[in-house]
């Protein structure tokens, strides 16, 4: 019993080394988060180091709550140290900007014809485009993962019809990959 103890702390520790992902800070999550504003919280997380880390989904217990309480309060100490008592409003805004951003892109990648001609196949399925947008060394362009759940040889999935980059400030989208992939 210790040991499946001992295993579960390391796996829910609030601390988190610094490594490949950079993460200094880690606070536990639970219920359903804003899927809209989800990649936009993702990528100023990384900015600021930060792991937001799902623990549970909508069903939780108060032991989970209290102790994720815990576990978060002990990290926000650390994160208030670097950023400041104001830290999640300063870390809002920035995903508040990030958003309008994405936005943004999503827009420029909407007005394409093959975008156009892509949506239109589906919504005769169904179905429509879903966008995954990731950010890149620069601060004006993205990488978009542009995909559906859709049949492939009879079977239902995640089909990913195109790798983007987009310069959201050259107005500029550039197909990387039209190669289908399955998921």
């Known amino acids: 019993m210790r040991t499946l103890f001992f295993l579960i702390s390391l796996l829910t520790c609030s601390k988190v080394s610094v490594g490949q992902d ?8 639970y219920g359903l988060p ?14 600021w180091s930060i792991d937001f880390y ?3 989904g909508c069903v939780v217990d108060q032991d989970l709550v209290d102790s994720a309480a815990r576990e978060n309060k002990i990290q926000e100490e650390k994160i208030v140290t670097l950023y400041g008592k104001d830290w999640r409003d300063k870390f809002e805004k920035e995903v508040d900007n990030e958003f309008i951003i ?7 990648i909407d007005k394409q014809k093959f975008i ?7 919504h005769k399925l169904g ?15 993205y990488e978009v993962i542009v995909d559906s759940w859709g ?15 987009v310069d959201f400030k050259k107005k500029i989208v550039k197909i990387l990959s039209d190669k289908v992939i399955i998921e």
Do not use: C, M
């Open 54 to 56: 799902p623990v549970a």
């Open 116 to 122: 156009k001609v892509k949506k239109n196949q589906l």
């Open 34 to 47: 804003n899927f809209e504003r989800e990649d936009a919280k993702n990528i100023i997380a990384k900015k």
């Open 22 to 29: 950079s993460t200094k800070f880690r606070i536990l999550t």
């Open 151 to 165: 049949k492939w040889e009879g079977k239902e999935q995640f089909i990913k019809y195109y790798k983007l980059q």
């Open 127 to 141: 179905e429509t485009l879903y966008y995954k947008i990731h950010s890149t060394d620069s601060d004006r362009i």
């Open 102 to 108: 994405h936005q943004k892109v999503f827009n420029l």
